[in-house]
Structures are given as C-alpha cells and as structure tokens.
C-alpha cells in the first residue's frame, strides 16, 4: 500500500466551480500534512498546511481527520490559474521534515 | 533573495554513464533535501543533509547514488553508472530548520534522461 494516496484525476471543472480532492495516508503516526500545487514541469511549492481543527485561506479550505487517515482540499469559485496538480504531503515525524508524497491529482479548469 | 537553483536543468546520457547533479540551497538554509520523481511516481525522499552531515539517507535507492554535500553549502548527487530506471526528475529543496515547522523551498529540478 502507498504511503500517500490520492484521486488521480484529472479534474476538468468549469470557472466557478467547487471542487475537492481526497488523500488518505497509510502512517497513523504521521505529524503533519500539506498541500503542495505543482504547475506543468515545474517545482512543487506550499500550497497550505493542514491542521487539525481545518484551516481556510481565501478560497481554498483544508480538512484533516486523524481517525479515518484522510484529508481534503476543498476549491471554491475555481479560477483558470488554479489549473494544476495538487500534491498531498505527509511527514511521518515532526523533528526530520522528510516528506512523502502522493502522485497527485491534476485540475484544469476551463473557460 | 535567490531560491534554490539546480544545475544542470536537463541532462541526457548513456546507461552505464556518470551523471552529476548539483544543488545550491537558499543562503543559510542549513537544511537540504534530495527527492526524485520517476515517470508516472509520485515524487519520493533520497536523503536529508543537515549541514554537511546526512541525517536521512533510508530513500537511496542503492549504492550507484552518492550524495555529498562539503563545507555544508551546495550538494551534489552522483548516479554511477546510471541506469534506464534511474531516468525521472531530481528535485532538491532546502529549509531553515529541521522541524516541520519550517518550510521547504524547492529548486527546478534537474530532468534526467538515461537512454
């Protein structure tokens, strides 16, 4: 079983759209959780952090429940630069911040 | 104020063949991180460098890889000999601190093709 595993998409939504990606994670012990975007050959950078308790930054929402091993991006009224591939992060111990990835879910929202 | 940079950007070579990549992280980043991303994978951890000693090096993938990272600035990551399934993105990123608290910035990548 992957440590890291997500919807592999693709997502094609419309501007305006909600859309939500799933990631579970096979590590009950793991510390902490992350969504990354990847844009089209290029280097992942941070999209959000995840907290327990869910955390919300503009338009973009991050859930995380520890009993089920499961987190979730939620996307309100897309935009066409949101078209991407979202990365779900997980980093098994807080004092080495040595992550591990899903394969990501690519997005591309259309006019 | 400069983000991590990866040399070279592209690299083709013949299997049995050295490759070299290098990686300068973000000044004073005494963190650095080697990751890969082979065709159709999810991205995976090589190693963990803090300062020039290695902390993590469990996702090497065999002996053909050495990473070193002198003086504990820039890294370098050598595949030898290289082979067909050693073809994929080489990332490197870099933080501040060791701890999860601390974001990791990435660099390009360097795209690897051994044929």
């Known amino acids: 079983r992957k440590e890291v595993e997500q919807d592999p998409g693709p997502f094609n939504v419309p501007e305006g759209a909600t859309v939500a990606f799933n990631c579970t994670y096979s590590?009950?012990?793991?510390?902490?959780f992350f969504w990354y975007r990847q844009d089209c050959r290029k280097e992942p950078k941070l999209l959000m952090s995840?907290?327990?308790s869910g955390n919300e930054d503009g338009r973009f929402t991050a859930q995380l429940n520890r009993a089920s091993q499961y987190i979730s991006l939620l996307i309100r009224d897309s935009k066409l630069s949101d078209s991407a591939t979202y990365l779900c992060?997980?980093?098994?111990?807080?004092?080495?911040?040595?992550?591990?990835f899903g394969a990501g879910t690519r997005l591309t929202v259309k006019p | 104020e400069a983000g991590v940079t990866q040399f070279p950007s592209h690299s083709v070579i013949e299997k049995g063949q050295t490759v070299t990549l290098r990686c300068d992280p973000i000044?004073?980043?005494?963190?650095l991180y080697w990751y890969r991303r082979v065709m159709g994978k999810e991205i995976k951890f090589l190693l963990h460098?803090?300062?020039?000693?290695?902390?993590?090096e469990s996702g090497m993938p065999n002996n053909r890889f050495l990473a070193e990272r002198t003086g504990g600035t820039y890294s370098t990551l050598k595949v030898q000999p290289a082979e067909l399934e050693d073809s994929g993105v080489y990332f490197c990123?870099?933080?501040?601190?060791?701890?999860?608290?601390?974001?990791?910035?990435f660099g390009p990548g360097t795209r690897l093709t051994v044929t």
């Open positions: 995840v907290y327990s």
């Open positions: 590590n009950s012990a793991s510390q902490s």
């Open positions: 460098f803090v300062k020039e000693s290695k902390q993590d």
């Open positions: 000044s004073g980043h005494d963190n």
């Open positions: 992060v997980v980093n098994p111990s807080y004092n080495n911040n040595d992550m591990r």
């Open positions: 990123a870099s933080s501040l601190g060791r701890t999860v608290t601390y974001e990791q910035y």
